[in-house]
């Protein structure tokens, strides 16, 4: 049983690496993908977005790479469905692998997505790459221009296969995989396993070890009692945004887990700036330090707590009313067992998700697991939680008049009463009150609203056309069209003035507007694509998004005019 990363027998640099980051324990996938991966073999795994999957296949990545010379093609691929996910990728393999080969002598690890010049990727594989992170299309024009070599290939990583071939991919990962030498490792990563994903696992990994989230794990005992809702926000806006919901929620005593060290102090930090009393728990601290912490949370000096799961582990206070995941947990059993902690003896008791928009997966996962619904809620706005303060002023005075002490106060509005109506003297002394209670308004950035973010639609059938990898179906006047999903809700026709002459696929438009706007690529309706131009239905309001999005890249390395369709 894998516990520690110094079970997993990886290099002192990675170990190293990851310390510095803040990790504490492997993930469930790490624990259950790294041993395998490190053998050798293939591994065809179940795991969406905020499980670990990327450090579970980088991390065997760079365990084996040697130093290697000028020139030097890649040893690995990694193929990511959209411009965003391969820089995360990109990013975190850097990461992990910054100081392979001695202080700040790391893996070279190179993006390759459309939408950027090509010219500085060319550079940057002429120099020399150990691994190259790409989107499929972007992928597929290097190998066709030959700067991309395949043949030292020792592993191709699929990220997300089930949204690439959502998108429209599947031709293109066939051809990249059977370019790719046959003895190399395939591994494949995926949320879901619907057949066309299996097809593309029983084409082209050879017996592979399969990893998936079991339903046994996740389902015992969620308390029934607890109310589970989630919020999509964007990462910069989510201290803000967790300020928001615990002064609408105004637990009695919260826990907030987070992923790492780093963040546990550095979410501390921010939220003790803000005006609350937060306190830090993780497995850096002494044994004697993280008892404090947890006295001062039990006698109720401290009512937040801001902690990772491994220093949380066995912590049981009896009035704890709030669990607050500020990520998605890296399994569902995490939810699970988090979320356990409230809800006892009856009384009720809140969870709450913070969620990326990618993430958003991960809790249909766990919904799916637990069969308990997880309600998805918009952030406080500003006038929410302005009502909300009112709200607790109004409580206060309230409680104020039924002690019923306040004839010392009496005179005072006796003699206001002279020259003022009752009701306005009433309302100063509210107002005073209120600036009193909240500080003339809070610390946090209070008078802007948090952007609210959409979640990815998941549930939407996938488009026709790529179904079981087929090739798009010719639309009227022979054009390749791509049926697309039938998009709820207004739509906009958009032209693009490059076609079928300048080797534009459907796959490219949909990663053209993925990579460059927030659309995922189930947002995106039918595209036709005639001779000189392309047709493209998106949503009425990601439409003026869209287009300032694809005028300011390029489309198959071209500039493209775009606009409404019908517009001159
Ligand atoms: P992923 O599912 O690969 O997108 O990872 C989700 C997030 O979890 C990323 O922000 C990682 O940095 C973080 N992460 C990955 N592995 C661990 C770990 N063992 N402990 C803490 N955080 C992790």
């Given at each position: 049983?894998?516990?520690?990363?110094?079970?997993?027998?990886?290099?002192?640099e990675l170990l190293g690496a990851l310390t510095a980051l803040g990790y504490e324990e492997p993930t469930p996938i790490q624990g259950e993908a790294i041993p395998p991966l490190l053998e050798g073999r293939d591994l065809l795994g179940q795991a969406a977005t905020g499980t670990g999957k990327t450090a579970a296949f980088a991390l065997p990545l760079l365990q084996?790479?040697?130093?290697?010379?000028?020139?030097?093609?890649?040893?690995?691929?990694?193929?990511?469905?959209?411009?965003?996910?391969?820089?995360?990728?990109?990013?975190?393999?850097?990461?992990?692998?910054?100081?392979?080969?001695?202080?700040?002598?790391?893996?070279?690890?190179?993006?390759?997505?459309?939408?950027?010049?090509?010219?500085?990727?060319?550079?940057?594989?002429?120099?020399?790459?150990?691994?190259?992170?790409?989107?499929?299309?972007?992928?597929?024009?290097?190998?066709?221009?030959?700067?991309?070599?395949?043949?030292?290939?020792?592993?191709?990583?699929?990220?997300?296969?089930?949204?690439?071939?959502?998108?429209?991919?599947?031709?293109?990962?066939?051809?990249?995989?059977?370019?790719?030498?046959?003895?190399?490792?395939?591994?494949?990563?995926?949320?879901?396993?619907?057949?066309?994903?299996?097809?593309?696992?029983?084409?082209?990994?050879?017996?592979?070890?399969?990893?998936?989230?079991?339903?046994?794990?996740?389902?015992?005992?969620?308390?029934?009692?607890?109310?589970?809702?989630?919020?999509?926000?964007?990462?910069?806006h989510k201290p803000a945004a967790l300020g928001r919901v615990l002064d609408v929620e105004a637990p009695e005593a919260a826990i907030v887990f987070c992923r790492t060290r780093e963040e546990v102090d550095?979410?501390?930090?921010?939220?003790?700036?803000?005006?609350?009393?937060?306190?830090?728990?993780?497995?850096?601290?002494?044994?004697?330090?993280?008892?404090?912490?947890?006295?001062?949370?039990?006698?109720?000096?401290?009512?937040?707590?801001?902690?990772?799961?491994?220093?949380?582990?066995?912590?049981?206070?009896?009035?704890?009313?709030?669990?607050?995941?500020?990520?998605?947990?890296?399994?569902?059993?995490?939810?699970?067992?988090?979320?356990?902690?409230?809800?006892?003896?009856?009384?009720?008791?809140?969870?709450?998700?913070?969620?990326?928009?990618?993430?958003?997966?991960?809790?249909?996962?766990?919904?799916?697991?637990?069969?308990?619904?997880?309600?998805?809620?918009?952030?406080?706005?500003?006038?929410?939680?302005?009502?909300?303060?009112?709200?607790?002023?109004?409580?206060?005075?309230?409680?104020?008049?039924?002690?019923?002490?306040?004839?010392?106060?009496?005179?005072?509005?006796?003699?206001?009463?002279?020259?003022?109506?009752?009701?306005?003297?009433?309302?100063?002394?509210?107002?005073?009150?209120?600036?009193?209670?909240?500080?003339?308004?809070?610390?946090?950035?209070?008078?802007?609203?948090?952007?609210?973010?959409?979640?990815?639609?998941?549930?939407?059938?996938?488009?026709?056309?790529?179904?079981?990898?087929?090739?798009?179906?010719?639309?009227?006047?022979?054009?390749?069209?791509?049926?697309?999903?039938?998009?709820?809700?207004?739509?906009?026709?958009?032209?693009?003035?490059?076609?079928?002459?300048?080797?534009?696929?459907?796959?490219?438009?949909?990663?053209?507007?993925?990579?460059?706007?927030?659309?995922?690529?189930?947002?995106?309706?039918?595209?036709?694509?005639?001779?000189?131009?392309?047709?493209?239905?998106?949503?009425?309001?990601?439409?003026?998004?869209?287009?300032?999005?694809?005028?300011?890249?390029?489309?198959?390395?071209?500039?493209?005019?775009?606009?409404?369709?019908?517009?001159?």
């Amino acid at each position: 049983m894998i516990r520690t990363f110094s079970d997993l027998d990886l290099r002192p640099e990675l170990l190293g690496a990851l310390t510095a980051l803040g990790y504490e324990e492997p993930t469930p996938i790490q624990g259950e993908a790294i041993p395998p991966l490190l053998e050798g073999r293939d591994l065809l795994g179940q795991a969406a977005t905020g499980t670990g999957k990327t450090a579970a296949f980088a991390l065997p990545l760079l365990q084996r790479l040697e130093k290697r010379g000028r020139g030097a093609g890649p040893v690995a691929l990694v193929l990511a469905p959209t411009r965003e996910l391969a820089m995360q990728v990109c990013e975190a393999i850097h990461k992990y692998g910054k100081d392979l080969f001695g202080p700040a002598n790391g893996a070279r690890v190179l993006p390759v997505y459309g939408g950027q010049p090509i010219g500085r990727q060319l550079r940057e594989l002429e120099r020399g790459v150990d691994i190259v992170v790409g989107t499929p299309g972007r992928v597929i024009d290097h190998i066709s221009r030959g700067t991309l070599r395949l043949d030292g290939l020792l592993t191709v990583v699929l990220d997300e296969a089930d949204e690439m071939l959502d998108m429209g991919f599947a031709e293109d990962i066939d051809a990249i995989l059977e370019a790719a030498p046959n003895d190399r490792q395939t591994v494949l990563f995926s949320a879901t396993m619907p057949s066309r994903v299996e097809k593309v696992a029983r084409r082209h990994l050879r017996n592979p070890v399969r990893i998936e989230i079991r339903r046994e794990q996740a389902e015992q005992g969620v308390a029934p009692q607890v109310r589970q809702s989630a919020y999509v926000v964007a990462r910069p806006h989510k201290p803000a945004a967790l300020g928001r919901v615990l002064d609408v929620e105004a637990p009695e005593a919260a826990i907030v887990f987070c992923r790492t060290r780093e963040e546990v102090d550095s979410l501390s930090e921010t939220l003790n700036g803000r005006g609350y009393r937060a306190e830090a728990l993780h497995g850096g601290l002494s044994q004697e330090q993280r008892d404090k912490v947890m006295n001062r949370l039990r006698n109720r000096t401290t009512e937040l707590l801001i902690a990772t799961d491994v220093a949380a582990r066995g912590l049981d206070v009896e009035h704890l009313t709030h669990v607050v995941n500020y990520n998605v947990p890296a399994a569902p059993e995490a939810y699970v067992h988090r979320i356990g902690r409230v809800g006892r003896a009856g009384r009720e008791g809140v969870a709450i998700t913070l969620a990326e928009p990618r993430e958003h997966r991960m809790l249909k996962t766990i919904e799916r697991l637990t069969g308990q619904k997880i309600v998805m809620e918009k952030v406080p706005t500003v006038a929410d939680l302005r009502a909300r303060r009112l709200e607790l002023t109004r409580a206060a005075l309230r409680e104020s008049l039924l002690e019923d002490d306040l004839d010392g106060f009496r005179a005072v509005v006796e003699t206001l009463t002279d020259e003022f109506d009752v009701m306005e003297v009433a309302a100063a002394a509210v107002k005073l009150a209120h600036e009193a209670s909240t500080g003339g308004g809070s610390a946090d950035d209070d008078d802007t609203d948090i952007p609210q973010v959409a979640a990815r639609a998941e549930e939407r059938a996938p488009y026709d056309s790529t179904r079981g990898g087929s090739r798009p179906s010719c639309g009227p006047g022979g054009a390749p069209a791509r049926k697309g999903r039938v998009l709820e809700g207004p739509t906009a026709k958009l032209f693009i003035g490059l076609g079928r002459a300048a080797g534009v696929r459907p796959q490219d438009l949909v990663g053209a507007i993925t990579g460059e706007s927030s659309l995922s690529g189930r947002d995106i309706g039918g595209i036709e694509i005639a001779e000189r131009f392309a047709l493209v239905e998106v949503p009425e309001g990601a439409a003026e998004e869209v287009i300032s999005a694809l005028r300011a890249t390029m489309i198959k390395g071209r500039k493209a005019t775009v606009r409404r369709d019908g517009k001159r």
